[in-house]
């Protein structure tokens, strides 16, 4: 289901945009112009294909109805395309689709920190799940979820320790008491499938959408992987992680960490895997227009954007393409999302650089 603030988004942001401007400040002509998404993936992606189905959209609601296309700037952990962004003129012909991790670059040099606050914010796209899976593996006593703590070692993938996912696989580790290994540079889901079934690794955070359009009715109901728990954003009351009804059967972390220990998650883990709860999974996708693009005009994307992501053609075919709808984010979502990551504590800061050296070993 979407979700986000989008309640009294135009009238919150024509009387933001009001008070601020100055008096050059002014929605650009794009009429007969060429707008750019820019996202920083590979091409054909799930990041590139989600661009392009919010371009065809977009474009019908956005002022001056401009032909829209999308481009492939990957590279550089997922700053090339990023960095793309942040340098564009700001004319109104750019815009950043963008997989960001913002919540791992804080922990960069000050020097090599991107300036999230310094983009137009526009929304964000995400909300996704990722689930926790391991290899079946009777001769090591795992045969079912709940055998997971007695296993002796539990050998994960992923593309970098710097990933949200993969950090908190293992803090969950730790957590559950289980002796765990990170194997990096493994980018994407199908790499990552191709590693378990070759026995390189035993599972990795896997995105709701492989597993549903490709696991569920594979490996899993072959019995040959075993699906452990999930991440989620947080629940409504912000008390523990919420429930995807698209998952029947699996558990998110709490309730799984709950039903095999006996006791509620806390402690410094439990915050960090909370954290990113809140920062990380509703925005996989961040949605920005280069620094210095006039107010007038970022109020005009941000209306025209959440209207595209309601439109029936938006929805219906990013159902079929992700197999479920995903979570929007409109700008005062996005906007308090950029904020706490700014402010996050120090200790935060530390027991993920804490994580990461032990990862990279």
Known sequence: MIQGRLKGLIATSAIVAAAALPATAQVIDLEGNTVTIVHNASPGGSTGLTAQLAADAWTQTMAGNPTMVVQSVEGGALARGILQVMNARPDGRTIG??????????????????????????????????????????????????????????????????????????????????????????????????????????????????????????????????????????????????????????????QYFTQVTGAAPEGPGWEMIQYHARVTDPINWLVVAPPGTPEEHLAMLRESFAEAVQSEEFQTRAAELLGQVPTISYYEDVQAIVDEIAATPEAMRDLQREYIARMER
């Open 97 to 254: 689709w963008v997989a960001w991790q913002g919540s791992t670059r804080i922990l960069d040099p000050e020097d090599r920190q991107i300036p999230f606050q310094d983009f137009g914010l526009i929304g964000g796209v995400g909300g996704m799940t990722f689930i926790a899976h391991t290899s079946a593996a009777p001769d090591r006593g795992m045969n079912e979820p709940a055998d997971l703590p007695n296993l002796e070692h539990y050998r994960f993938g992923g593309y970098s320790p710097r990933s949200g996912p993969a950090i908190r696989t293992a803090v969950a580790m730790d957590m559950l008491g289980v002796d765990w290994s990170f194997v990096s540079g493994m980018s994407g889901d199908t790499p990552l499938e191709a590693a378990r079934q070759r026995g390189e690794i035993d599972g990795y955070p896997v995105t709701a959408v492989y597993y549903q359009q490709t696991m569920r009715d594979g490996v899993v109901a072959d019995g040959s992987d075993i699906p452990l728990f999930y991440f989620s954003p947080p629940n409504e009351d912000g008390t523990g992680l919420s429930v995807d009804p698209n998952l029947e059967g699996i558990l998110p972390f709490d």
